[in-house]
C-alpha cells in the first residue's frame, strides 16, 4: 500500500526551482531517511507532504488524497524543525502540551478524559519520560522536549510519522531512547517513518530506505 505517492513534482519559490520533476513512492511500513545539504529541498518535500505548499507542477498524494485539499491528519504525527525552541517560556506542563495532541472536535471524540491521561502516561513512558509529566515544559533539556514532542506525536498512533531533524540538540541518552522507539515501532506496529537529518544516519538502527535532496533530485542511495 502506498503511503506517500509523488510524480513529476516541481516546487520553485518565485522562479528558483528547489524541488525539480521529483519521484517518490513511500509505502507503509517503510522507514526512510532523507539527507542533503541546506537549501536542497527537504523542508520544502516536507510541507509538500504536509499540505503546506502546493506544487506547480506535478502531484502529490498522502493516503491516496492530495494534501493541500485536506486529509486525514490524525494518520500523521509530525514533529516539525526546531521545534524546542518554541518551547522555552511557554508555560504549560508536559501533560498539557501532550493533551494538545490528543484534540479532536467533539463529534470525533472517543476517549474520555481519563483515557485520554492513560494514553498520554504510555506515550510518555515509551520515551521514558513519564516522571516529567507535571513539569514545565521549559524546564527541561533540549533532548528531554524532543523526546516529549515524539511522544506527542506518537500518542494517537499515527500510521506515518514525520520527523524533522529530529536529533537536533539531543543528547546521547535521548538519541538512543528516540531511536529505539522508531525502530520498535517500525517492525512491531508498521509505522511507516520519513525523517530528515544531517546527523548520522547510522544513529536511526532499522531505517531500511536513504535518500539524498540534491540539486532538486529525491535520489535513492
Avoid at 84 to 96: G, K, L, M, W
Wanted: glycine letters at 10%; proline letters at 4%.
Amino acid at each position: 500500500m502506498k503511503i506517500v505517492s509523488i510524480k513529476d513534482l516541481t516546487f520553485r519559490y518565485v522562479d528558483v526551482p528547489v524541488l525539480k520533476k521529483v519521484n517518490l513512492d513511500i509505502r507503509q511500513g517503510d522507514y526512510a531517511i532523507l539527507t542533503g545539504e541546506n537549501g536542497s529541498g527537504k523542508s520544502t518535500l516536507l510541507k509538500v507532504l504536509l499540505g503546506e505548499l502546493s506544487p506547480q507542477q506535478g502531484t502529490a498524494e498522502v493516503f491516496g488524497k492530495d494534501p493541500v485539499r485536506g486529509f486525514a491528519r490524525i494518520k500523521i504525527g509530525y514533529v516539525p524543525q526546531n521545534s524546542i525552541y518554541r518551547n522555552q517560556s511557554f508555560p504549560a506542563t508536559v501533560e498539557e502540551i501532550m493533551m494538545t495532541g490528543l484534540y479532536q472536535p467533539i463529534w470525533r471524540r472517543k476517549f474520555s478524559g481519563k483515557m485520554c491521561r492513560k494514553q498520554i502516561m504510555h506515550a510518555l513512558t515509551e520515551l521514558e519520560m513519564e516522571e516529567f509529566s507535571k513539569h514545565r515544559i521549559g524546564e527541561l533539556s533540549g533532548g528531554q522536549q524532543q523526546r516529549v514532542m515524539l511522544a506527542r506525536a506518537l500518542e494517537g498512533n499515527p500510521e506515518l510519522l514525520i520527523l524533522d531533524e529530529p536529533t537536533a540538540g539531543m543528547d546521547t541518552v535521548s538519541l538512543k531512547s528516540l531511536c529505539q522507539v522508531l525502530d520498535r515501532r517500525n517492525r512491531e506496529q508498521k509505522l511507516t517513518i520519513i525523517i530528515v537529518t544531517h546527523g548520522n544516519t547510522g544513529d536511526f538502527v532499522g531505517a531500511g530506505r536513504f535518500l539524498k535532496a540534491e540539486e532538486g533530485r529525491i535520489l535513492e542511495l
